[in-house]
């Protein structure tokens, strides 16, 4: 009998959405092929669950034999795994002693000290965080360290060490700077969120919808044509859940307004005519950065919505609801989703309990006018 494997099923739309722990990975799959799956880990012989299914299918039995084996070969055969080389030796790793630039970032009642060795640290993070910046501090309350160590751009909060990744994947520090942030500003470790979103949260005060969009659609700046009409934002780009509640928590990163979108947003945020450009040749765009209007760092608020939005020149409003198994497909892929087991299940329900919309829009006022009405649960 085959070491029963931890799994989640949740039946969605008309398909069944598995999660496997082994490799915390997602997988939406045909009902039949997920009840074998189930069958075969409660310890069920390929024989029995072949002949069910030849039956119920009207096929021959050994095709229903052959396709349950290779299943089972692709579910339970061991992965290959090459262990990556090991660049550095991290035991021994020093901190530098000297930074060409250290800033103090406050958050709420919370003070970072932030050490950057180089100008190229700098610009990783700074950006997105200036208007958090504050004045030299003789009182904080946690340092963060940043430098690069044979091409690896290295970690440290207090004299922990958190990790190091190469020069070519700096999304992956980013990434890891914003989580250890997110826990300190909530108090919360890593292990008590369900998970993180690329998307940009706006609420209302009571509750938050969630905008999503491929980069270029439209995403940031609908979020910034919201917030100049009422709503706040909570978050953008990364959006934290929390487990417990599966509540959206406040990020304070500042909103990226990419170069085509300035003739939209700068006669209502005139800051924009001067902010700095920052051009991302990997990503291949300039962005200028906007402060949030968040007054509150601490907020937290509930999610029954996910946007995806689409800014698309001349085009007449259209809104429709869309099929959650499409939306979790887009979704999944830019998270980062927790690998314990219960947090799975717990985005599972989560996600199944939402409400999800596309938004293809050309003029400003009845987008806005839209997401007001999802709001009020009017649309």
């Known amino acids: 009998m085959k070491k029963q494997k931890k799994l989640h099923f949740k039946v969605i739309d008309d398909k069944t959405i598995t999660w496997f722990k082994d490799n915390n990975e997602y997988l939406v799959l045909e009902n039949t092929t997920a009840d074998i799956i189930k069958r075969l880990n409660k310890g069920i012989s390929v024989k029995q ?31 290959t795994q090459i262990q990556p080389t090991l660049n550095n030796d991290y035991r021994d790793l020093k901190k530098p002693t000297t930074f060409k630039h250290t800033k103090y970032y406050k958050v709420n009642d919370v003070v970072f000290k932030i050490e950057f060795a180089t100008e190229y640290e700098l610009y990783l993070v700074h950006p997105k965080f200036s208007h958090l910046e504050t ?24 004299d922990n060490f958190i990790g190091a990744w190469h020069k070519n994947e700096t999304h992956y520090f980013q990434g890891k700077f914003s989580m250890e942030l997110i826990q300190k500003i909530h108090q919360k470790e890593e292990k008590k969120w369900m998970g993180v979103f690329h998307a940009s949260a706006v609420s209302n005060g009571e509750k938050c919808i969630l905008f999503l969009g491929d980069s270029g659609n439209g995403k940031s700046t609908s979020l910034a044509l919201l917030q100049a009409n009422g709503f706040t934002c909570l978050a953008d780009d990364f959006v934290p859940i929390n487990a417990s509640n599966q509540e959206v928590y406040s990020f304070p990163a500042a909103i990226s307004i990419k170069k085509n979108s300035l003739p939209t947003l700068t006669p209502i945020y005139p800051e924009l005519e001067t902010t700095a450009e920052f051009h991302f040749k990997k990503l291949n765009k300039i962005v200028r950065y906007l402060k949030p209007n968040n007054a509150n760092y601490k907020a937290h608020l509930p999610c029954n919505d996910l946007v995806f939005i689409k800014y698309e020149k001349d085009s007449d409003l259209k809104v429709a609801e869309i099929p959650k198994i499409d939306a979790f497909q887009k979704l999944v892929p830019d998270s980062w989703l927790s690998p314990k087991t219960e947090n799975a299940q717990i985005f599972l329900d989560w996600f199944s309990s939402l409400n999800c919309y596309q938004i293809t829009y050309s003029e400003n006022q009845k987008m806005i006018t839209t997401v007001s009405k999802i709001f009020k649960n009017d649309l």
């Open 49 to 79: 669950i072949a002949e069910t299914l030849a039956k119920k299918l009207n096929v021959p039995i050994d095709k229903t034999i052959d396709f349950i084996l290779d299943l089972e070969k692709n579910i339970y055969q061991p992965k």
């Open 135 to 158: 004045k030299n501090s003789t009182h904080f309350n946690y340092t963060f360290t940043v430098f690069v160590n044979n091409n690896f751009i290295t970690f440290f909060v207090d």
